[in-house]
């Protein structure tokens, strides 16, 4: 039976990396082989470890160059490229490579509060500091264009007056930790018919 391999790439802590994974674990038809990290402190890197699955780290130094990134996926036999909390840009090189076969989670509703520098809790405190009334995950095909790409799935969530960015982001989180793993699910299906 054909078992598709998947990267998950990092930067920071890996609660998305780690749900993915462990989401995936009985699968006998999807295995998350590898995880990358920009970053040679991420504690998604430990999560990785402790889950007993491969890592590597690719300094975004290294990233444009596919004589350092092909090999190491190649090596793994990868298929798909899961972007979780990745911060670089993705190079045009594995956008070539992988055609339609890389994802990014984006904690907002895209287009919304999208582009560069437009990460993280920088998301939160923009969607406070506008006053919406809601916010939510966007899952998106990667494309040259940053936060750009054709839009798989939304899932939102209401917002109060109340609501400051470290609420936002708790509300956001339970949105990527129930969605996330069924929409790849989902996305790998579609693939392997």
């Not at 990290?37 to 990785?48: G, I, K, T, V």
Request: hydrophobic share 40%; net charge negative; glycine share 8%.
């Amino acid at each position: 039976m054909y078992v598709m391999n998947i990267a998950i790439f990092v930067s920071g802590s890996g609660s998305n990396c780690e749900n993915v994974i462990q989401y995936f674990s009985g699968s006998d038809k999807y295995c998350i082989a590898l995880v990358v990290s920009s970053r040679a402190d991420a504690y998604a890197l430990e999560r990785a470890k402790r889950l007993g699955v491969p890592s590597a780290v690719v300094p975004r130094s290294e990233l444009n160059q596919p004589d350092t990134v092909l090999p190491l996926l190649c090596k793994h036999q990868i298929g798909f490229i899961v972007l979780a909390g990745f911060l670089p840009l993705i190079p045009d090189y594995l956008l070539d490579t992988f055609p339609h076969r890389i994802v990014n989670i984006h904690p907002a509703l895209l287009p919304k509060y999208g582009g560069k520098g437009m990460w993280g809790h920088h998301v939160h405190e923009a969607v406070k500091a506008a006053g919406e009334t809601e916010t939510g995950i966007t899952i998106h095909y990667v494309t040259p264009v940053c936060d750009g790409g054709e839009i798989i799935a939304q899932f939102s969530t209401t917002l109060t007056p109340e609501d400051t960015p470290d609420t936002i982001a708790e509300k956001v989180h339970l949105l990527e930790m129930k969605h996330f793993p069924q929409v790849l699910e989902g996305i790998f299906e579609q693939i392997s018919r």
